[in-house]
């Protein structure tokens, strides 16, 4: 057996996990900054980097307490080194330095994308069963930060396929809740006006053509993605068309004036045109790896936005479509984590590539 203690602190999250043999995760604590970020509608790093500071040895002593391990009965320690937010990475960094270095123990610098592809792997106990995901996969990390399609050969090894030319989807979730005042954070609160907006409509009927949004598809073969369109057309769906630029436009309307059952009906619009891009998307890319004779066994789905119901929804309903494993993570590991971390970290200890304590922390991603 072994027991990999996981760190996270790339963006606003503290978190630490104890994960045994890759997938069973014994401990997973997550301590949210959101509370202290909230009014400033987005992530502070100098604020985030500081609480990281504050908060990163309890959150390891609690997961490794909730597991039940002792911290010299750790086999290795994990940390995500990249991507994200430069002064939150080296907290989490350097504790995993100094506890690898304290207890002799293998150092393993993690990749935050690749471990959001993992995630569908782990399970929390008493839920063991676990449906066989093979590879080769088709991934898609859909996050705060990144949109982008892979060809997953294993669990460590992906090549790029396609990726956001502008926004990410969760970035334009955001932004969307700001434009619909909705709130922060905004991917889950506009997530869930949408899916009521969608439940009130009677079963079978069309939503109005007035409120539907552009999907931006790119060229006809494209893998890669455009979200800014999409947020520019719900401004407008809003506010009405601007005179003016930039920051001296004005607009016919503010959020204010829309009545809340036209601020869900806007939600469930742009909902049902972010993720279809997504589908269309997916769906594509099956297509070309199958028409170069690399067909997927699976569908990897990871990042802080494979949370959305719809998005949820339409991919089960794509495998079961393509006769595809699906793999969406157990909504607790969809958010930022640090069992991810530790359960793709099982793969690179038990191939012996480990980091010495010069691991440096980077702003992107190797992928
Ligand atoms: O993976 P993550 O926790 O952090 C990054 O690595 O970026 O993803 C956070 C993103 C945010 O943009 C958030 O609004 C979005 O995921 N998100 C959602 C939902 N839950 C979180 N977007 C749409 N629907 C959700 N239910
Ligand atoms: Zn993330």
Redesign the pocket.
Known sequence: MTLILGIETS?DETAASVVEDGRRVRSNVVWSQHELHSRYSGVVPELASRAHLERIAPVITQALEDAGVAIDVIDAVAVGNRPGLVGSLLVGVSAAKALAWALGKPLLGVD?IRA?LYAPHLRLPPAEATPELAYPALGLVV???HTSLYEVASPLEMTLLGRTIDDAV??A??KAAVILGVGY????L??KLAREAQARLPAGTKPDPALELPRSLLGPDSLDFSFSGLKTALLYKVRGTPTGRGAGASFERSAADLGPQRQGDLAASFQRAAVETLIIKLGRALDLLASRGRPSRSLLIG???S???LLRTRVAELGAERRLAVGVPPMTFC??NAAMIAGLAHHAFAAGRFDGLDLPVLATSSV
């Open positions: 963006c935050h959001h996050s705060g930060g969760g970035e979730y955001d954070p905004g991917g889950p506009l997530d990042g802080g936005v949370a959305n119901s958010l930022d």
